[in-house]
């Protein structure tokens, strides 16, 4: 695995928002030493702003924390420290805007580069074990990076997901005592895992995809963990099957997504436009470059109470075995094709407002009996 450092003695400076703290700066600082914590990105309780805590060794027991203003995309940034924390490589931080309060913010200016280690009189001290998040405060999180542990249970095989890459993906479920999430393990760690198995997974990647999900990073550490008892867990799992209800009406709804690969947000243009404008990247492309989405929502009826759900089209397709994005200029034979359906069960997500899974009743049943 490779990590990005940059050279020694080149600074890296970053542009970012004011820091959170309502106190204004009364002066600069330097920070020397050793990173030895990175904390998932977190939100200012007093305004938006999203920063994360950089733990740095000063002395022999010894450590102050920087808080470092982080902007939404700019993950690349976080990772700098975390390959300096792993590498163990002295690093000296500067130009730090400090408080009356004597809280430090590495905010627009400030710049971090490595030193050689003859220049630090005290030895690298391993920091606390590292603090583990479970799968119900995931669900209250946004974003960030995040340590996990829990039981893996595969998805399906391993695939290249798209043209755009060479690495292997392989999507799993993970299980803890709080619940379950969807997890992408990529590359080399998928050979690290067997199913059923528990492993601790560091730095993984808070993300939404067809819902909350978590996907393994350059920075994840794989080990095993210790066996926890999921047997409520799966019971609530099994529970979340809607059996063979009847579907009252479907909605296919086909969008355009910005083709930033870093966005692929929702967006619309102008009636008669030929170019579209992402208003969350700022980012303005034309219309036939864009991306497209679907979304296909339905409100399924059983034992006289209705559950309105969204499907997205890996799941849809999935079960119909075919790609339902054939019927983006056309949407009437699918919608015709899912109205028709009869006999097939629904599986939901924890929230109960997302299909997890499809399946007709019979395989339903069969699978269930080998849970």
Known sequence: MSNFTPPPSKRVKYGMPSSPASPSSTSAAIVIGYIQHVTPVKQSQASSNLYFDVKVQTANQESKIVKVMHQKGDGCK??????????????????????????????????IQDLPSHTITFQYEVQDPFEVTMVNSLMKSTTGNFNVHGSIKWKGEAHIPSEKTTQFVRDATLTDTSGSIPLSIWGEHITAVEEGNFYTFTECKLRHFYGKCLTTTKSTTVSAAEKQNLTKVKQQEVQNWICCPEILNVAVSPFLTCNNKDCKKKITSPPGSNIAKCLNCNRSMLIKNCYVDMTVSFNLEKDGKVFPVTAFPKVVSAFLQEDIFNYREDTEPLIEKLLLLDSVDFQLSQNGKLVAKMQDHEQSSDSSDNK
């Open 78 to 111: 976080r990772h700098i420290f975390v390959d300096k924390m792993n590498a163990q490589q002295p690093v000296k931080i500067s130009n730090l805007s400090v408080t009356a309060s004597g809280t430090m913010f590495f905010n627009k200016g400030a710049g």
